[in-house]
């Protein structure tokens, strides 16, 4: 039985209405695409009083408690004027991000359209302040890095911005030293640890 044509009509008009409000969508986590690499298990686990000594008060501030950084302060002016290189997590060496996804955005803010193929870079949705907004966090420590936004109309190759907080990273130039990697530590790890104690008689 064939429909009405009459019937699908409204039909047909409302679609551009239903694929617009489809398209403006609110940034999303994204999935980690599949490493061939062999993946690292485990985090890097401190207490509260081992980053403290290992970071500044306003690394602490921003990478274990969340904290944001002046917008156009000396992190960004510094971050502006680097040339080519990797940047690294502050609190544990991962590797995060590099020159290639670096772009000016104007924000204020350490701007990249990507995270670097080192995949360490980990999106979660983050409901504070009232708002609906994708946290960045680093996957091996989980320093808080700063926020992913999308479709700004960039002209970048993802439209993505991953605002980072400058305070966050570390930067080697090109041919540069990267920082020390902290261990990672997981249940084996820390059952390993307690037995060689153990038999030492700590």
């Known amino acids: 039985m064939k429909t009405p044509l009459i019937f699908l009509l409204p039909l047909a008009s409302a679609l551009p209405v239903v694929l617009a409000l489809a398209e403006d969508k609110p940034a999303t986590p994204k999935t980690p695409e599949a490493s061939t690499t062999k993946m690292e298990t485990g985090k890097v686990t401190k207490t509260d009083e081992e980053w403290r000594k290992k970071l500044t ?84 420590c989980e320093a808080h890095l700063g926020h992913v936004f999308e479709k700004e109309g960039y002209n970048t190759p993802t439209d993505r911005r991953f605002c980072i907080n ?35 008689g700590e």
Not at 86 to 99: H, I, P, Q
Not at 105 to 110: E, H, N, Q, R
């Open 57 to 140: 008060p306003e690394q602490f501030a921003i990478t274990r408690r969340a904290g944001t950084e002046r917008a156009h302060g000396a992190a960004y002016e510094k971050f502006e004027k680097e040339g080519e290189g990797t940047y690294y997590c502050v609190c544990c060496g991962g590797e995060l991000f590099t020159s290639k996804e670096k772009f000016h955005s104007g924000c204020g803010w350490p701007s990249f359209y990507d995270s670097s193929k080192a995949n360490n870079v980990l999106e979660r949705v983050d409901n504070s302040h009232g708002m609906r907004r994708v946290e960045t966090v680093c996957k091996r």
């Open 166 to 200: 400058g305070a966050a990273l570390v930067f080697v130039p090109k041919g540069g030293t990267p920082p020390k990697l902290e261990e990672l530590s997981s249940p084996e790890v820390e059952k390993k640890k307690a037995e060689v104690k153990k038999e030492a």
